[in-house]
């Protein structure tokens, strides 16, 4: 009997995704034993064409990890789609945007004008910019088109399940492909990750007050962080309480808080506004002045509470509004 086909594509990421399957070590070895990766560009020498040929739904699965941002990705992710059974979003870029999102915040003109043209490192006195179509010796040369935002997986195909995370951890992708494999994959949609917020298995949890109240924030570098009490009552933002677990509470056991990689819960509508709302609720200050002085140690509020989740939340992008009738 035929192996079950599966694909890996990576779109708007790192690469951290791609790492993380490389970490599963000797155990990728037992995967290949089970299943014929027939698309995996990043290691492998597959073509598009390759993809292409394969009846509709062939692919038993196909994990894809980063946002969708130009024509190119959007054109890849509809093809696997098409080809593949299940379609899984691996990783937060593509369970919600990820840090490629941030770029929400600005339009489009906005960022190349920047790149290209006013970097302080730019040296492009004709001010050119690349050109989606361009010809050359009479061949036409095409590159993909940016799009005006960046979109998580799901607001661009039909998505199956997600595997959370900034990158998802070896063990989260194992369970994943071994339910797959096993046909006991839960019901579709479903995050395959805890359901519980991180602050139930971070290792801190003892040393946390029942009763919060902040005077000041401040950033891990402006304080001798205690290794052994829970960030939020050094006053440090650790977005644990709104932020799914399942990740084996890693930074938070590095002395650093967590900045909310793995999305929020099912019952958290949105993440950034959920953890924003909570420390609002319990900040101490009163008088503008104080409120001020307090927030001054969140330079970067959607840094902080959108990194990963901004193209995925309610607020999703910045509207540009036009001053023309």
Not at 145 to 150: E, N, T
């Amino acid at each position: 009997m035929p192996k079950p086909k599966i694909a890996f594509y990576w779109c708007a990421s790192c690469g951290g995704c791609e790492e993380t399957v490389v970490d599963l070590a000797e155990d990728i070895l037992g995967l290949v034993a089970k299943v014929d990766i027939v698309f995996w560009p990043v290691a492998m020498d597959f073509k598009k064409d390759d993809i292409e040929r394969l009846p509709d739904g062939a692919l038993a699965a196909s994990f894809i990890n980063g946002a969708v941002r130009t024509s190119e990705q959007e054109e890849m992710a509809r093809l696997l789609r098409r080809k593949s059974a299940v379609v899984v979003a691996y990783g937060s870029c593509a369970h919600l945007g990820g840090i490629p999102a941030l770029a929400n915040q600005f339009s489009r003109e906005t960022i190349l004008r920047f790149v290209y043209e006013d970097a302080p490192t730019m040296d492009n006195p004709g001010r050119t910019r690349p050109s989606p179509d361009s010809y050359d010796s009479g061949n036409r040369l095409d590159l993909p088109k940016l799009h005006s935002q960046v979109r998580p997986l799901a607001q661009v195909i039909d998505v199956d399940y997600t595997i959370p995370g900034c990158p998802p951890t070896p063990a989260l992708t194992r369970e994943a492909v071994t339910a797959l494999l096993e046909g006991r994959l839960p019901a579709k949609g479903s995050v395959l990750a805890p359901d519980t917020a991180l602050c139930e298995s971070c290792p801190r949890k003892a040393s946390k007050p029942a009763d919060l109240t902040f005077t000041r924030f401040r950033r891990p570098h402006q304080l001798l962080v205690d290794p052994a009490t829970c960030l939020l009552a050094q006053g440090v933002v650790c977005m644990g309480p709104a932020t799914r677990g399942g990740c084996g509470a890693l930074c938070v056991s590095g002395n650093m808080p967590c900045t909310g990689c793995f999305g929020p819960t099912s019952r958290v509508k949105d993440q950034g506004a959920k953890m924003l709302s909570s420390l609002c609720a319990n900040l101490s200050a009163r008088e503008t002045d104080e409120i001020d002085a307090a927030f001054e140690g969140i330079p970067d509020p959607v840094g902080t509470f959108y990194r990963y989740g901004l193209a995925g939340s309610l607020l999703r992008r910045r509207i540009e509004h036009s001053t023309t009738p």
